[in-house]
């Protein structure tokens, strides 16, 4: 017996929430651009799109064209308010992934005030008003004091995704009183969808429940405690192990979404929202290294250039304010209006006085949470629901919704012109600028292949102190020969990277075939590998909450294939130790043609070490090498800057200088007024990065040379007379004869220099 075969969406259906949504998005985003060409926030035209396009002005003008394409059958309205729900799920996602838990924290108790007093007061003045609204404004012989209930809940709730859009399109969702705000808002809206629960039951059955209430409470409770504890956790650990088996922010933002839905699917279940729970997983990922900005900038990018603006467009399609041409409504709705407006300013403004905050910090809280936007089109929708509110009702309401979140920019940003940024402020926005534009900050995961040579020894070492402050993951990856290959099955070679276990300080070892490169001794090649990853872990000495993996690799398609495979898998540095470094010409390749091939090849930035000595005549490097003066030459390109990052680093876990020095090659064609123009901004680069590595906490100092020597030259005398333990330079990759070539003078510099150098190829 075969189940009953659902039939797919109607032709005509399907026709329609394409139109529907082309319509949506065109007329959002043109809008939405116009506004901003005005200096006003894209979401006030992405809101106005739907009253455009809505029973407001097309179903006015041309009734006929709006049924046509926006039909009254509900189960079409339903295939366009589930894409709804999904932007305003994203947009939810995205305003917790710009939320600052700590900068909450610590203004927890203002936050808590601003919202209790922004709530109470305007649900005090919208329950003293909907007792006086005439009766004909209450649906049926409707009970006053419910419906009173009821007004005084819609005008109380504040729209915490409108108010984080108007914040980002200003560019001010960083600063302290956005995320107050915003803090304020979160707390605001659970508050406000506990009154609904409460009020919509009360409508339902007649009967104040207030076992329903504590159990709402509670629920809220048990969420919020479980997600910022066990959550979080389980969270970080899932998006660590997606990343690493898979890679890519598309996995990552797989998880994100699925989180999303699934917390959200919870919430609602428990009477909480959907929304809370997905608000809730944008939190919890803000605080994953591993889902990093660019990943979130994707996600940006998709949220507010699609699903955000069809959402509010949406919202708009709901409301008639044609309604609003009776005078009898005209008149109840702009007091309506002004009690919403008044109540939630007055509230806010006095919460944020009563914290200690300035007095254009309160008009700013109180400008931000009057705009009330979808959720209260939810919660009038709600009421004409349950049959509390009459069609006329719910017009005011939802003009008033509109009318809020259309005033809350213009008057957010008034207001944001008088608040003074502090000086903490100012140093807190200025780090992170810092922070997201950052090349070390962006480093979350490296690839180390080894075979043990003395400079993948001291690679390890230099990790050591590139690891030693950061959540960075350490993969080091030994590389097998044929032997290893040939003694591993096939089946076992497909099992690679699935089998993995976690040793007893809390990091990771994965062999081929599921064996532990910590217990495998059936051959002599796992015993080599034994050894060689043991050597590199105790070079890198990582801390105890630092994860490291130990990975066997059996050699497929060659040393490059093998390396460049397991590099594709998501990681953001790869670091290699070259090993028999040729001194030939600079026609000859300048390392090994496998690591040659690999510098030439890798998707991502490239470490390459060299520790300065012959290889053959040492095996191993010391536990702990000198590493007091480092040399970083500069010539401020941005792979200069980055190699400037990697130096400060470690300097400032060393406790090293950093010596950063521009060369200027003098010529005879060069006057004096040349010269000293080309010196002046020689010093203005090395300023600049000595700027950089104070602010990194680095000992630095600087230095201009002019010299009739090659720079190249005058860095290997400079390094050899002020005795520097390494030199660590930024170079890119210029294609010369098919091979990797990163320009004659880092060659020389690698090919001639007596002590260990480090060069970053990041461009």
């Not at 010269?675 to 104070?694: N, S």
Request: proline letters at 3%; glycine letters at 8%.
């Amino acid at each position: 017996m075969t189940g009953e075969v659902i039939e797919p969406l109607g032709h005509h259906e399907l026709l329609l929430v394409f139109v529907q949504l082309f319509l949506l998005l065109v007329t959002a985003r043109i809008l939405g651009e116009l506004a901003m060409r005005i200096d006003l926030p894209a979401v006030i035209g992405e809101l106005l799109a739907g009253i455009l396009l809505g029973p407001s002005l097309l179903g006015a003008v041309a009734p006929g064209v709006f049924s046509a394409v926006f039909p009254t059958d509900p189960a079409q309205f339903h295939l366009l308010e589930i894409i709804s729900w999904l932007g305003l799920t994203m947009l939810l996602i995205l305003t917790g992934l710009e939320t600052d838990v700590r900068l909450i924290a610590r203004e927890a108790r203002a936050a808590a005030l601003v919202s209790l007093t922004g709530i109470a007061v305007p649900f005090a003045f919208g329950f003293g008003i909907a007792l006086v609204l005439p009766q004909t404004f209450l649906a049926g012989s409707g009970d006053r004091l419910v419906f009173s209930l009821f007004v005084a809940t819609a005008l109380s709730i504040s729209a915490l995704p409108v108010i984080a859009k108007v914040l980002m399109d200003m560019d001010v969702i960083r600063r302290d009183i956005s995320q107050l705000t915003l803090a304020a808002g979160m707390i605001n809206d659970t508050l406000g969808w506990i009154l609904l629960a409460v009020v919509a039951g009360l409508a339902r059955s007649g009967v104040l429940d207030f076992g329903v209430v504590a159990e709402t409470v509670v629920a809220l409770l048990a969420v919020l405690g479980l997600a910022f504890t066990v959550g979080q956790r389980a969270a970080a650990r899932l998006v660590r192990f997606v990343d690493t088996a898979v890679g890519g922010e598309a996995a990552k933002l797989s998880v994100l979404m699925a989180l999303a839905f699934g917390v959200g699917a919870v919430t609602h279940a428990l009477g909480l929202e959907a929304v809370l729970g997905a608000f809730l997983v944008g939190v919890l990922f803000s605080r994953i290294k591993r889902f990093d900005r660019a990943t979130e900038h994707t996600f940006e990018v998709v949220t507010l250039g699609v699903f955000a603006p069809i959402f509010f467009g949406i919202a708009g399609l709901r409301v008639d304010l044609t309604a609003m041409l009776d005078p009898v409504v005209a008149i109840a709705g702009a007091a309506v209006l002004a009690v919403a407006v008044a109540g939630k300013f007055v509230g806010s403004y006095v919460g944020a006085r009563l914290a200690g905050l300035s007095t254009w910090e309160g008009v700013t809280m109180g400008a931000g949470l009057n705009a009330r936007g979808a959720m209260e089109i939810i919660v009038a929708t709600i009421g004409l629901g349950v049959g509390v509110l009459t069609v006329e009702m719910y017009s005011i309401i939802v003009m008033v919704a509109l009318v809020t979140s259309i005033m809350a920019p213009p008057l957010l940003r008034w207001a944001f012109d008088h608040v003074e940024v502090s000086d903490s402020e100012r140093e807190r926005l200025e780090r992170e600028q810092r922070q997201a534009h950052s090349f070390v900050e962006n480093i979350h995961r490296i690839l180390l292949p080894t075979r043990c040579s003395v400079d993948t020894q001291y690679a390890a070492q230099l990790l050591r102190y590139l690891i030693r402050d950061r959540e960075i993951e350490v993969t080091n990856m030994y590389v097998g020969d044929d032997e290893h290959r040939r003694s591993t099955s096939t089946l076992a070679r497909l099992r690679y990277g699935v089998r993995a276990r976690l040793t007893s300080d809390g990091n990771e070892t994965i062999a081929d075939g599921g064996l532990s490169a910590k217990t495998a001794t059936d051959t002599t090649v796992d015993e080599d590998a034994n050894r060689c990853l043991d050597l590199i872990r105790f070079h890198e000495n990582p801390p105890r909450d630092r994860r490291v993996r130990d990975i066997v690799h059996p050699i497929e398609g060659g040393v490059t294939g093998t390396v460049l495979s397991e590099a594709e898998r998501g990681y953001d540095l790869l670091v290699i130790g070259t090993a028999d470094r040729p001194r030939g010409t600079a026609a000859e390749p300048l390392f090994s043609t496998d690591i040659d091939h690999i510098i030439q090849e890798a998707s991502c930035p490239i470490m390459v070490v060299t520790a300065g000595f012959d290889g053959e005549s040492q095996t191993t490097v010391r536990d702990d090498p000198e590493l007091d003066r480092i040399l970083l030459p500069t010539v401020g390109t941005e792979y200069s800057r980055h190699a400037a990052e990697i130096a400060f680093t470690i300097a400032r876990n060393r406790n090293a200088l950093v010596e950063i020095v521009h060369i200027v090659e003098r010529s005879d064609e060069l006057t004096a007024a040349n010269d000293d123009g080309t010196i002046e901004i020689g010093e203005k680069i090395v300023d600049r990065e000595a700027d950089l590595g104070r602010e990194l906490g680095a000992q630095v100092r600087t230095r201009v040379l002019v010299s009739d020597r090659a720079p190249e030259t005058e860095i290997l005398s400079l390094a050899a007379e002020n005795d520097d333990d390494l030199i660590i330079l930024g170079s890119n990759l210029r294609p010369l004869s098919g091979r990797a070539f990163f320009g004659h003078r880092v060659e020389h510099i690698v090919q001639h220099a007596d002590r260990p150098v480090a060069v970053l190829v990041s461009a």
